[in-house]
């Protein structure tokens, strides 16, 4: 009897021993940015997200015109009020205008202007062509008013975000986000992006790899989605390491048995 106490004593002990190593999270799954950099390497950052973002039916862009007239300037700017740029500056005098399903919009005076294709840079030109027909001595200012992301699955804070400025990383992202849970899979942090033409595309970036920083993906733009996938052990209530409570309790158990 004591010999076989002993052995499923013995046993218990290699179990716990077993489930304690094996059920720890391994580092190649949690730490970001794994592979070598040597310290004078350097990236070659992507363009202003401003200049690659092509505008999209249903975005909303702020607008305002200047003007030394202080009636035309209210002309222009019917529903004058105050915003705040994604690079914190505060606007004064801007007036929503919405791209319809022809990414178009409705100015006054000048009427209608298509924006099709055009990134911001591109439909400022526009704009500014189009009031140049009919009014001179003007300051133009075109912002982006649609500048939010949503981020959904393992990290603190889900939700929509509004992007603090032009130019956002996924790790901008993440942190603003409150950063990963302890379930967040890493590897796999799916973002899913429209084109111009309501087209849904979905990219996979493995945050592990340093070569993550050179995806297209790697940059958000206005309107991304990005979903953080669980790891496969969330289903089991296990956190970063397996239970202690639950190996205790599996200890416990064994050396019952054994003694009776």
Same mark, same amino acid.
């Given at each position: 009897?004591?010999?076989?106490?002993?052995? %499923?004593?013995? %046993?218990?002990? !290699? %179990?716990?021993?077993? @489930?304690?190593?094996? &059920?720890?999270?391994?580092?190649?799954?949690?730490?970001?940015?794994?592979?070598?950099?040597?310290?004078?390497?350097? $990236?070659?950052?992507?363009?202003?997200?401003?200049?690659?973002?092509?505008?999209?039916?249903?975005?909303?862009?702020?607008?305002?015109?200047?003007?030394?007239?202080?009636?035309?300037?209210? *002309?222009?700017?019917?529903?004058?009020?105050?915003?705040?740029?994604?690079?914190?500056?505060?606007?004064?005098? $801007?007036?929503?205008?919405?791209?319809?399903?022809? !990414?178009?919009? =409705?100015?006054?005076?000048?009427?209608?202007?298509?924006?099709?294709?055009?990134?911001?840079?591109?439909?400022?030109?526009?704009?500014?062509?189009?009031?140049?027909?009919? @009014?001179?001595? *003007?300051? @133009?200012?075109?912002?982006?008013?649609?500048?939010?992301? &949503?981020?959904?699955?393992?990290?603190?804070?889900?939700?929509?975000?509004?992007?603090?400025?032009?130019?956002?990383?996924?790790?901008?992202?993440?942190?603003?986000?409150?950063? *990963?849970? &302890?379930?967040?899979?890493?590897?796999?942090?799916?973002?899913?992006?429209?084109?111009?033409?309501?087209?849904?595309?979905?990219?996979?970036?493995?945050?592990?790899?340093?070569?993550?920083?050179?995806? =297209?993906?790697?940059? %958000?733009?206005?309107?991304?989605?990005?979903?953080?996938?669980?790891?496969? $052990?969330?289903?089991?209530?296990?956190?970063?390491? *397996?239970?202690?409570?639950?190996?205790?309790?599996?200890?416990?158990?064994?050396?019952?048995?054994?003694?009776?």
């Amino acid at each position: 009897m004591k010999i076989g106490t002993n052995r %499923i004593s013995l %046993i218990a002990a !290699c %179990i716990t021993l077993i @489930l304690t190593i094996t &059920s720890c999270i391994p580092q190649k799954h949690i730490v970001l940015v794994q592979d070598a950099i040597p310290e004078e390497s350097t $990236f070659q950052t992507t363009q202003e997200i401003t200049e690659r973002y092509v505008l999209k039916p249903n975005d909303y862009l702020y607008i305002s015109v200047s003007t030394p007239n202080a009636e035309l300037s209210t *002309f222009y700017n019917p529903q004058s009020g105050q915003a705040v740029s994604g690079t914190g500056e505060r606007l004064q005098q $801007f007036y929503y205008y919405g791209l319809d399903d022809d !990414c178009c919009i =409705d100015f006054p005076v000048t009427g209608r202007i298509d924006l099709k294709g055009c990134n911001l840079r591109e439909a400022k030109q526009r704009i500014h062509e189009a009031i140049s027909k009919t @009014l001179t001595g *003007f300051t @133009l200012i075109v912002r982006l008013a649609t500048n939010t992301f &949503s981020i959904l699955g393992e990290v603190n804070k889900q939700g929509q975000h509004t992007m603090s400025r032009d130019q956002m990383t996924i790790f901008d992202a993440i942190s603003m986000a409150g950063g *990963f849970t &302890s379930y967040a899979k890493r590897r796999e942090v799916k973002i899913l992006r429209r084109d111009e033409n309501g087209l849904v595309s979905v990219h996979v970036l493995d945050l592990t790899k340093g070569n993550s920083m050179e995806s =297209d993906y790697y940059y %958000i733009y206005p309107n991304d989605v990005i979903y953080v996938r669980p790891m496969w $052990f969330k289903m089991f209530g296990f956190g970063e390491i *397996f239970s202690l409570s639950l190996v205790t309790s599996l200890v416990t158990l064994y050396l019952l048995i054994a003694q009776l």
